[in-house]
T-cell receptor, first 117, second 109 residues
Framework: GAVVSQHPSRVICKSGTSVKIECRSLDFQATTMFWYRQFPKQSLMLMATSNEGSKATYEQGVEKDKFLINHASLTLSTLTVTSAHPEDSSFYIC?????????????FGDGTRLSIL | SQQGEEDPQALSIQEGENATMNCSYKTSINNLQWYRQNSGRGLVHLILIRSNEREKHSGRLRVTLDTSKKSSSLLITASRAADTASYFCATGGNNRLAFGKGNQVVVIP
């Protein structure tokens, strides 16, 4: 089945550090990838839609300069949390949809738990 | 507005029992999906039901959809300890998915 790899799985770092999270589709091409944020015991909130070769589309209230998204290839999207602060601590999850299969479900990575001290 | 808002529940059941959870949404949909999330992991797609379907089965899963009430239910029959997880419904097709609050299910061996 389709596999999405997300790395790293856990990050603990000091306030002010920038953190990059990678999302890779391992066995399919993904023109579109999605980034979600999840707080403990809460649902997933869509942060942005990552489009290969073009700018990401951010949801209302999500700072694009804070959460930089790059989707430079059909199998890789990255989310960089710039100058992270404790309030950015959360569980970040990416998903990908196979190119040309808009009716197929999204495939999710295993998430990255970000803890800012 | 967020779609796919299920009644937040925490179910604790014995292995072998059935688990039922509900989901309600606010606007018209083309389909509704259910996902499972094990603790600290990503989401696994379980089942998709289209707006013109009323019921769908997949193994031990049974999903119903009532578009007149804008609600859906997920039934897990003969639960197993491995079914312990959070379950989310989601609407929005495969573009901007909107997830509900989730139902935490604990199956006691």
């Amino acid at each position: 089945g389709a596999v999405v790899s997300q790395h790293p799985s856990r990050v603990i770092c000091k306030s002010g550090t920038s953190v990059k999270i990678e999302c890779r589709s391992l066995d399919f091409q993904a023109t579109t990838m999605f980034w979600y944020r999840q707080f403990p015991k809460q649902s997933l909130m869509l942060m942005a839609t990552s489009n290969e070769g073009s700018k990401a589309t951010y949801e209302q209230g999500v700072e694009k300069d804070k959460f930089l998204i790059n989707h430079a290839s059909l199998t890789l999207s990255t989310l960089t949390v710039t100058s992270a602060h404790p309030e950015d601590s959360s569980f970040y999850i990416c998903s990908a949809r196979a190119t040309g299969y808009s009716n197929q479900p999204q495939h999710f990575g295993d998430g990255t738990r970000l803890s800012i001290l | 507005s967020q779609q796919g808002e299920e009644d937040p529940q925490a179910l604790s059941i014995q292995e072998g029992e059935n688990a039922t959870m509900n989901c309600s949404y606010k606007t018209s949909i083309n389909n509704l999906q259910w996902y499972r999330q094990n603790s600290g992991r990503g989401l696994v797609h379980l089942i998709l039901i289209r707006s013109n379907e009323r019921e769908k089965h997949s193994g031990r899963l049974r999903v119903t959809l009532d578009t007149s009430k804008k609600s859906s239910s997920l039934l897990i029959t003969a639960s197993r300890a491995a079914d312990t997880a959070s379950y989310f419904c989601a609407t929005g097709g495969n573009n901007r998915l909107a997830f509900g609050k989730g139902n935490q299910v604990v199956v006691i061996p």
